[in-house]
């Protein structure tokens, strides 16, 4: 049997409805992968606004970094180029001060 899918990791897929199915069974919405994800940063990077909007509503904290390069959704959107996102990500007031580890 396969181990369950984490949230992080299915906001990286793109597939809303398993992002939606997770979150109704109680997954963590601000929970990291094993590699240091959060689901969503991992949206943020991918592209998938709707995604980003559902976990933001839903109560992300937008401001969350990833293990390791401490990116934020911001710096990960902004990064890959995905004004969309930014545009979802705007109205939760993100902290644009915010640092990366590379300072």
Same mark, same amino acid.
Not at 28 to 53: M, R, T
């Given at each position: 049997?396969?181990? &369950? ?8 897929t793109?597939? $809303?409805?398993?992002v +939606?199915n /997770?979150?109704?069974r109680?997954a ?5 992968? $094993?590699?240091?994800?959060? &689901? ?14 559902c976990?933001?509503l ?6 969350? !970094?990833?293990?390791?390069? *401490?990116?934020t959704?911001c710096? !990960?959107?902004?990064? +890959?180029?995905?004004? *969309?996102?930014?545009? $979802? /990500?705007?109205?939760f007031? &993100?902290d644009?001060? /915010?640092?990366?580890? $590379?300072?």
């Open positions: 049997m396969a181990a &369950p899918m984490d949230l992080a990791t299915a906001a990286a793109g597939d $809303k409805i398993l +939606q /997770l979150i109704e109680g963590n919405i601000n929970g990291q992968s $094993k590699d240091g994800f959060s &689901p969503l940063c991992n949206a943020a990077f991918w592209g998938y606004s709707d995604i980003v909007e976990l933001l839903n109560g992300a904290n937008v401001n969350q !970094c990833n293990g390791g390069t *401490r990116w959704a710096h !990960c959107a902004a990064f +890959q180029d995905h004004g *969309r996102v930014i545009m $979802k /990500l705007l109205p007031k &993100p644009l001060t /915010l640092k990366d580890s $590379k300072g």
